[in-house]
């Protein structure tokens, strides 16, 4: 099929199997190997990318399934809220093995994305779909409240 | 990753075409969070990587309607819309309960009604609600079309009763003006995972609380598929609604229902749940 | 002893104490850090290998079509093409990379299959087929122990054994007023690290082979693979990938992933790529032992502790790997961090057809530590005392002797965490008294069936390897400086996300009196360090610390002489002070030390150098059952709150409260990561984590939706509280965090529970299952 669908706000189009999940689209069909995996079915989150301003996890969505002209965030886009939490995440030491992280950043900015002043609730809600095996989730919550205060 | 032929119409005739044509051979594809994961992990005959229907280019199946006696569903809408829709809040909010708990943030955003249903997990979010609210489904053929209640088009653990070339077009759930509704469900992780036992109640309070002149109460992941308490429905219709009989109907709901064991839980355990979970919520109902 | 350096305060330090920048982060939070599936090679290959299916079988035959394979482009290999040893060494040598007669548990390799794609290798199982017969298998590590028939180590399927023996037991247990004694089971707990396991081999024909890959212990790799392939040591270099989480499960499984990538490499002479699925690594990788404990304690009504005996049967698997070493510190922690004049230990690891067990975080520690802490808690309410002035009352001071004899003369800093969990948790005004089940079941009359309990557990912690690994306890590093006035090193131990290249470029800079930000760490080559041991019992800080510590001293006195010859002053009287090298009697500024590397290197001298260290000594002497067992201690006290629906018996984590004693928090940030990590897994391990085997020894719950670890959602608030009582061994006074934040929280949490609904718990994960079956057994027995 051929597809066009803006990436981290460039304009791609170009033939790609139907079959072929978002996933391996963007690691392997265009290089950006930010997005990480770990479990290939939903269940971890290290894949999360923003579909169309909607968190999803790009290993159970296939090319086919994405409409046209719809646009990608991933770890390598430029957005101020993106960028403003990845600093947050360095500056707390959020990331310890930094396999969930990139997933984990991009929840993050969907989720103040949709509302900057969430709660502690919400945003333990809006991060529950990735997995972090090493860091207790605390110094993430402590990075994303002050990434809140700078929005 | 996948190897499955994919075939993509842009309408519901199409679609409905394809599938009279292919039968038996072609699956629907909706938000895939399903079958996606069906496939990775050969379950049946989704191991022999069969053609996908995929469903996701007709715009047209996006909908979600109020009518005089309905609420309407498309196929495509997902959890999250269905979470956002201001029908769905105020007309259904026992399913508002059940979808906010579903997986992820990701997986409600991929995930539609549509595909919860037609999965027919007894184990399914959405389904315990929908039986209580005695909801239909439309089914579709090239030249045919009609409603089946739920209890029916559900016949046991990931199967349905649907003509070999019939697509599921839409989800229609009854109005209830002044029932009390509410889901409640145990599951071993409040987030990502799957349910243990759920209980769905619908229920009518005579205008002077003393009897209910209805209830539907629906349990889910204690048979193979969702089931209608109705020993314990009829028990708490015909007699007047008091705390002694709320203990009475825990009981008889323990009597009624038949869970099994597995990865996630044992019988004894489901069973007593089953008596917990609806005196908490004719209690709730009681102090009201 | 290495020679301490005080730091009294942030004030004084350049770089040590300090909330500095984490090195890896800025990679990692743009994903641009390299893991092993972010690496590709050219002509790259992929592996996939044939497992058992059988938990005990004798393999007959192996019919392998290789006319087809070869038309096909896939190469297929079995013990048979192993050019070295079919030995993946770890302690006992019992370990085959590929099963030859036999296969001991569901998942063991047996044949390996090569090809241009992973689809073309899996497509090409079908042309290999092995016929076993099936023989009987034990899970059981009881029944295991001494069994009539099934053998699978040696004669009694005893792998290990360890002890500990102090005073008389029986003599304690007749003085005691009050015997308290049970069976405990633990569960096998996975690693869960986000990033699977995966390696790949690189060969240069079959002259020598490189293997990058996701690990923790290089040198073990480059061991095996070059045993494997019966090649010379040094004809094998291992790199270290970025590794996306480890805990343990990366001590010894990359000796057998890399060796399968390597000798399928070394047969295709082409780069060998081997990622496992989620369900390959849950099924067939290490997972922490389960265990069987049996536990009796003796008190007097005065609350004297008067006698501890303790068996235990750690499960290994199928292979003994680490198992005398995990059961070495199973058996030194089983009585707890208590004063008590008689005990007796015995410690069994014994083989069962199961995956073979391994290193976690804790490493045979928790499976004691929550029958040790259960019993201390059901002592202290048996004679009706305050289980935290009981435990006040038992746990070592400076000066005391542990109970294999040990006597702990310095940094002891028990009672302080003690101290500072119960005054931050607000542990007396939340502690309410036990309720009777009768006052549970009045109270949910009432319609209030939420009860919320505290609990307390007291820990020690062995630091490094003992007595035990002592010769393992050594390690190099290397120090370099470049002209521009940075800074690079080595060592051999490894970043798994721990923080450990942060910690040690903070000691790099404090010692050499350079900023932080111009220190780097080179990735961990085992060609450009000497054999470090494993990065496991952590000690990466503390003995890469100290090698690195000595390497920059030789630096310092190498920059000194330089400077003293220039400036003419005596090269004794030269001092680092805030990044500038001074005179220490007149105080006066020389010269920046970025300067006075650019000297050196101008005055050609020589800019790197070598460090090295090596364990203070330690012994134990099993055969008494006493010895020195570790030559430092770690202490901790967690304090758990727990909300407790006593109908449906789920608990939810309300509170964490972890107090560490670390002697010296070198990076405060890194130190609490560590400590809410360590604490969210030692909470998996108590309330949720359980690996489900299926009668036949197959893993059940293979995927991250059945085996179930917290997300946001099951996290409590922890609240980390570092004490340092500094250790005159560790840099800067540090001891190392690495696993006792996991260690004590199961025992403190099944403690709240007990607090909060009365009912006490023998096994965990502390399923809702569980506690409300516990609550219903009870309501039986006092007959409600
Ligand atoms: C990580 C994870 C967590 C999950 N957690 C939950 C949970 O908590 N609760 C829960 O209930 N579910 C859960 N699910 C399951 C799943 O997300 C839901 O069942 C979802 O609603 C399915 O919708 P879908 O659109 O993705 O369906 P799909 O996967 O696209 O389809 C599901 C089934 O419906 C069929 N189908 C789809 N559309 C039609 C149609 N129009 N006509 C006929 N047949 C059709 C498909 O052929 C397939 O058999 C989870 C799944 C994952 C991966
Ligand atoms: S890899 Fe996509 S959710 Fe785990
Ligand atoms: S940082 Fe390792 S999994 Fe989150």
Redesign the pocket.
């Known amino acids: 099929m051929n597809v066009k669908i803006t990436i981290n706000g460039k304009l791609i189009t170009r033939e790609v199997p139907e079959n072929r999940r978002l996933l391996d689209f963007l690691r392997e069909d265009l290089g950006l190997k930010g997005t990480k995996y770990g479990c290939d ?3 971890c989150g290290a894949c999360s990318i923003i579909l169309n301003n909607k968190i999803v996890t790009s290993c ?1 969505i296939l090319m086919a399934q994405i409409p046209q002209n719809s646009t990608v965030l991933t770890i390598e886009g430029t957005d101020h809220v993106l960028q403003l939490i990845q600093e947050k995440f360095k500056e707390f030491g959020a990331a310890q093995c930094g396999a969930c992280t990139t997933g984990m950043i991009m929840a993050a900015t969907s989720l103040l994305h949709l509302d900057p002043k969430v709660n502690q609730k919400e945003i333990e809600d809006g991060l529950c779909g990735v997995l972090c095996r090493c860091t207790g989730y605390t110094k993430i919550y402590d990075a994303v409240k002050e990434a809140q205060k700078q929005l | 990753m996948y190897s499955n032929e994919i075939l993509s119409p842009t309408s519901l005739k199409e679609a409905l075409a394809i599938k009279d044509q292919y039968v038996n051979d072609i ?9 996606l ?1 069906m496939v990775r992990n050969k379950l049946g005959v989704w191991g022999e990587s069969p053609v996908l229907l995929n ?1 996701n280019n007709i715009p047209k199946l996006n909908f979600i309607l109020e009518t005089d006696s309905n609420i309407e569903i498309g ?1 495509l809408v997902t ?1 999250t819309q269905l979470l956002e829709s201001p029908i769905i809040q105020k007309h259904v909010p026992a399913l508002i309960k059940a979808i906010s ?3 992820s943030p990701q ?1 409600r955003n ?7 249903v ?2 027919a ?1 007894p ?4 389904l315990a609600t929908l039986y209580a609210r005695d909801t239909q489904v439309q089914i579709q053929t090239v030249n045919n079309s009609k409603l089946v209640p739920i209890k029916e088009f559900i016949t046991g653990p990931g199967q349905i009763n ?1 003509p070999e070339n019939g ?2 077009t839409k989800i229609v759930i009854p109005k209830l003006e002044g029932y009390f509704g509410d889901y409640i469900s145990l599951r071993q992780r409040y987030a ?3 349910v243990v036992v759920s209980i769905a109640v619908e229920a009518l309070l005579s205008k002077d609380r003393s009897r209910m002149d209805d209830i539907r109460i629906s349990l889910g992941a204690v048979a193979p598929t969702i089931v209608r308490a109705t020993k314990t429905e009829i028990l708490l219709k015909s007699n007047a609604f008091t705390k002694n009989l709320i203990e009475k109907a825990e009981k008889m709901i323990i009597e009624e229902s038949r869970p099994i064991t597995d990865i996630r839980s044992n019988k004894r355990y489901r069973k007593a749940m089953t008596g917990v979970l609806l005196g908490r919520i004719l209690r709730e109902i009681l102090s009201h | 002893m290495f020679l301490v350096k005080e730091f009294s305060s942030e004030v004084d330090s350049m770089a040590v104490g300090k909330r500095l920048k984490r090195k890896d982060a800025d990679t990692k939070v743009t994903g641009e850090a390299p893991y092993a599936y972010d690496m590709s090679f050219a002509d790259e290959q992929y592996l996939a290998v044939i497992r058992s299916p059988y938990a005990h079988a004798r393999i007959v035959n192996i019919a392998i079509d290789y006319k087809i394979l070869e038309s096909l482009g896939v190469v297929a290999g079995t013990a048979k093409d192993i050019p070295g040893k079919n030995i993946l060494h770890v302690i006992l040598d019992d370990w085959p990379l590929l099963a030859e007669k036999v296969v001991r548990h569901v998942g063991e390799p047996v044949v390996i299959l090569v090809a241009a794609s992973l689809h073309l290798a899996e497509e090409a199982r079908k042309y290999v087929s092995i016929e076993y017969i099936e023989i009987p298998a034990v899970f059981d590590p009881v029944e295991a122990k001494d069994h009539p028939t099934i053998q699978i180590f040696e004669e009694n399927n005893v792998c290990s054994y360890w002890q500990q023996k102090n005073g008389d037991v029986e003599k304690g247990f007749a003085e005691s007023d009050i015997v308290i004694e049970n069976e405990y089971r633990t569960p096998a707990q996975e690693h869960a690290y986000i990033e699977t396991q995966g390696c790949i081999a690189v060969p240069q024909g079959h002259d020598s082979m490189t293997v990058y890959g996701s690990m923790q212990c290089p040198f073990y790799v480059q061991r095996c693979v070059a045993e494997i392939l019966g090649m010379e040591w040094s004809k094998v270099n291992i790199i270290q990938t970025t590794t996306g989480g480890a805990f343990g499960g990366k001590e010894d499984v990359p000796n057998q992933v890399g060796s399968l990538a390597a000798l399928g490499a070394w047969l295709v002479r082409k780069p060998v790529k081997f990622l496992l699925t989620r369900e390959e690594d849950i099924e067939t990788t290490s997972k922490r032992h389960p265990a069987v404990i049996r536990y009796k304690t003796g008190v007097t009504k005065q609350g004297e502790l008067k006698a501890i005996k303790v068996e235990v049967f750690l499960n290994t698997g199928a292979y003994a790997t680490l198992a005398p070493a995990v059961l070495y510190r199973a058996a030194m922690h089983a009585a707890g961090p208590y004063r008590c004049g008689n005990v007796d230990v015995q410690a069994y690891a014994v083989t069962t057809n199961l995956v073979p067990f391994g290193a976690f975080r804790g490493f045979g520690s928790p499976q004691v530590i929550f029958p040790g802490e259960e019993q201390m808690d059901r002592a202290a309410e048996s004679i009706g005392m305050d289980p935290s002035d009981f435990r006040e009352l038992h746990i070592l001071k400076v000066g005391d002797k542990t109970t294999f004899g040990q006597v702990i003369d310095q940094s002891v800093g028990l009672e302080q965490t003690l101290h500072k969990a119960r005054e931050q948790s607000g542990w007396y005004k939340k502690r309410k008294p036990t309720p009777t089940i009768a006052q549970v079941l009045e109270e949910q009359k009432k319609g209030k069936y939420r009860r919320k309990g505290i609990g307390i557990s007291t820990i020690f912690y062995g630091c490094f390897l003992g007595a035990a690994g002592k010769l393992m306890s050594r390690s190099g590093a290397y120090v370099q400086v470049e002209p521009d006035g940075s800074v690079r090193f080595a060592v051999g131990t490894t970043e798994m996300g721990q923080g450990m290249i942060t910690v040690l470029s903070q000691i790099v800079a404090e010692e050499l009196g350079i900023e932080y930000e111009k220190v780097y760490m080179t990735p961990v080559d085992t060609s450009r360090v000497p054999d470090s041991g494993p990065t496991v019992a952590s000690r990466a800080t503390i003995m890469s610390g100290r090698a690195l510590q000595d390497a920059c001293k030789q630096l310092r006195t190498l920059i000194y002489d330089k400077v003293a010859l220039k400036y003419e002053v005596d090269a004794t009287d030269i001092e680092i002070k805030e990044f500038q090298i001074q005179e220490i009697t007149t105080q006066k500024k020389l010269l920046s030390v970025s300067d006075a590397i650019k000297l050196v290197y101008q005055e050609r001298g020589q800019i790197a150098v070598a460090g090295w260290d090596v364990a203070p000594p330690t012994h134990y002497d099993n055969e008494k059952g006493q010895g020195d067992a570790y030559s430092a201690y770690a202490w901790c006290t967690n304090i758990v709150e727990v909300e407790v629906d006593s109908q449906i018996g789920t608990v939810d984590i309300l509170n964490i409260w972890a107090a560490h004693d670390v002697g010296k928090a070198i990076n405060p940030q890194t130190l609490e990561g560590q400590i809410e990590g360590g604490s969210l897994q030692g909470l998996g391990y108590g309330r949720y984590e359980e690996i489900i085997f299926t009668p036949e020894g197959r893993v059940l719950s293979n995927n991250l ?1 059945t085996y179930l670890i917290p997300t946001t959602k099951e996290t409590p608030k922890i609240h980390s509280i570092i004490v340092e009582d500094p250790w005159s061994g560790g840099p800067y006074g540090a001891k190392g965090i690495g696993e006792q934040p996991l260690m004590g929280i199961a025992p403190a949490l099944t403690n709240a529970i007990a607090n909060a609904v009365g009912v006490r718990l023998n096994t965990i994960p502390a399923t809702p299952e569980r506690v409300w079956a516990a609550i219903q057994e009870k309501i039986e027995e006092e007959k409600v």
Not at chain 2, 27 to 34: E, I, N, Q, R, V
Not at chain 2, 110 to 116: K, Q
Not at chain 2, 123 to 126: E, G, M, P, S
């Open positions: 079915q939903g269940e159970i | 699956f629907p594809l909706a938000g895939g969070t399903d079958v994961v469903l196929p959890h708990i579903i997986g997986i991929l995930g539609t009604l549509t595909g919860n037609c999965r997990s184990a399914a979010d959405t649907i697509l599921v990502l995972s799957i | 939706g």
